[in-house]
């Protein structure tokens, strides 16, 4: 079994430790699914990765040196770090020391393509920010993770008090009656008939209707399980609960939660209820969803995958359980798909994004001129205490210490000198031919043509970063934005204005 260690790295208050738990969890998913087991986990908190100047980070490769690991997995490519040139440094000695580096949420392949997506990853990460909406609902599923209270409504029966579900007895009489009528056989219009005649309210102060009982009826919360990202928020009573997503996006804890409904009495009214709808059960979708994890609702709401029956055929699309707002999923697909063509797959693109690449390379590879004169300087520092160490042995003799100090800095010569190296020689391993790079997309090219659904899949992420579906329209977020704008303004990076 392979033995490797996670890293991972949050920066801002903008993000939390819920975001490096999240990390932590995709890291170890990923690592559970190809047998590899992990050791240790580094993480920095509140630190940038622009520099490798990270306490965790400098152990993590101080502890590479000792052979203890031979795989580091990090979420993605910026979690590693933003600095070009500081990762390929740390890459190379981690290379060197046969140390592999793998990512969980980015779908990049040991040979020349995946390489070449890596590098313009790497390469224009300082011009794009992390997709917060993202790690906002990671720190919300870590919370889930807890039982804590996720915001909203809480459903009837339930007080919140620091975070956590408290049982209000006034309103749990009404839950538990409503489970006894209903589990008696009654019909949803008599328990709603009864409730309102009592003068019962639902927590949003409103009346009850058919789907206010479906929902108290299906809500596991009254039996203790506590069930994450399943079903849409409820806003002010108004909620359909009869949708699920798929079961790996849900998170289930059970008895974690104070009851207010038995187990029995609660099975026995779900299970009447499921026999009594008119609706198939089955409600997970065996499509492949394309944008899965990159669609949100312009009310900043994650769109997740759904399915509806019309008795005789499904359709399927993208729903915001927040405000209700959905998209087909082919249509959503299809704008996805061929507007990712135009901007980066046709040949005015694929013409003009060598160049700007290579222009942006070369200003960030002109900018560590004082970097490699530091090198240089270090270098020749070293190089004159070797010598003095030298002239002390030949005067005083051999020593435990003068041997040892000998050793260190020849250590830290050879070191400066690999990294000289590499700066020196930086430009010209990571300036992109334009056939290269048309060698590599054209296999991305195939599939989008082809609409092939399941390997557009393993790419697009790298690619898009977010997309925003609005009630009049839809926006695209592109991962390497400075590109993007730059060819939709018909510009030739270095060389002017170049219309198609």
Request: glycine share 6%; proline share 2%.
């Amino acid at each position: 079994m392979i033995k490797a260690v996670a890293y991972t790295r949050f920066s801002t208050d903008m993000q939390s430790s819920d975001s490096t738990e999240a990390q932590v969890r995709e890291i170890k998913k990923y690592a559970c699914s190809r047998d590899i087991e992990i050791i240790k986990v580094y993480s920095d908190e509140a630190a940038s990765g622009k520099t490798d100047n990270r306490p965790a980070f400098q152990h993590m490769l101080s502890d590479a040196k000792t052979g203890m690991f031979n795989m580091i997995i990090v979420h993605k490519v910026d979690r590693f770090g933003r600095d070009r040139y500081d990762s390929a440094i740390n890459k190379a000695q981690l290379k060197r020391l046969g140390v592999q580096l793998q990512y969980a949420a980015q779908h990049l392949e040991d040979n020349p393509e995946g390489r070449l997506m890596e590098g313009i990853l790497e390469s224009f990460a300082q011009y794009y920010s992390e997709n917060l909406a993202t790690e906002t609902l990671k720190g919300l599923k870590t919370k889930a993770y807890r039982a804590e209270f996720n915001g909203g409504v809480p459903p009837l029966g339930y007080d919140i008090i620091d975070k956590k579900y408290v049982i209000n007895e006034n309103e749990a009489k009404v839950i538990r009656l409503i489970f006894q009528m209903y589990g008696e056989g009654m019909t949803y219009g008599e328990i709603i008939e009864a409730c309102n005649r009592k003068g019962y309210k639902t927590k949003a102060g409103k009346i009850f209707v058919k789907n206010s009982i479906h929902s108290i009826l299906s809500n596991e919360k009254y039996i203790g399980t506590y069930r994450y990202n399943k079903t849409p928020s409820r806003v002010y009573g108004k909620r359909n609960s009869h949708k699920s997503k798929a079961p790996d996006d849900i998170i289930v804890l059970k008895d974690v939660i104070p009851q207010i409904v038995d187990k029995a009495t609660w099975n026995l009214s779900y299970t009447r209820m499921v026999k009594n709808s008119k609706r198939k059960a089955q409600y997970k979708s065996k499509a492949t969803y394309l944008l899965s994890g990159l669609v949100y609702c312009g009310c900043d709401a994650p769109m997740n995958g759904d399915k509806k029956n019309n008795g005789y055929s499904s359709y399927y699309y993208y729903r915001c359980y927040n405000c209700g707002n959905l998209m087909r999923k082919e249509n959503l697909e299809e704008f996805a798909l061929k507007t990712l063509y135009d901007t980066y797959f046709t040949d005015y693109a694929i013409a003009n994004l060598v160049i700007m690449l290579n222009f942006h390379l070369r200003q960030s590879f002109d900018s560590k001129d004082e970097e490699i004169k530091a090198i240089k300087k270090d270098l020749n520092r070293v190089e004159v205490e070797i010598n003095n160490v030298i002239n002390a042995i030949t005067v005083v003799g051999i020593s435990q210490a003068l041997g040892d100090k000998l050793k260190d800095l020849e250590q830290c010569r050879n070191d400066l000198r690999h990294d000289l190296l590499t700066l020196q020689n930086h430009v010209d391993l990571h300036l992109f031919s334009e056939d290269e790079i048309k060698r590599n997309l054209i296999i991305y090219k195939k599939h989008i043509e082809d609409r092939n659904i399941e390997e557009c899949k393993k790419f697009i992420n790298n690619f898009i970063d977010a997309i925003i579906v609005y009630k009049d329209n839809t926006d695209i977020k592109f991962t390497l934005d400075y590109i993007t704008t730059a060819l939709g303004r018909g510009v030739t990076v270095g060389v002017g204005s170049a219309a198609p």
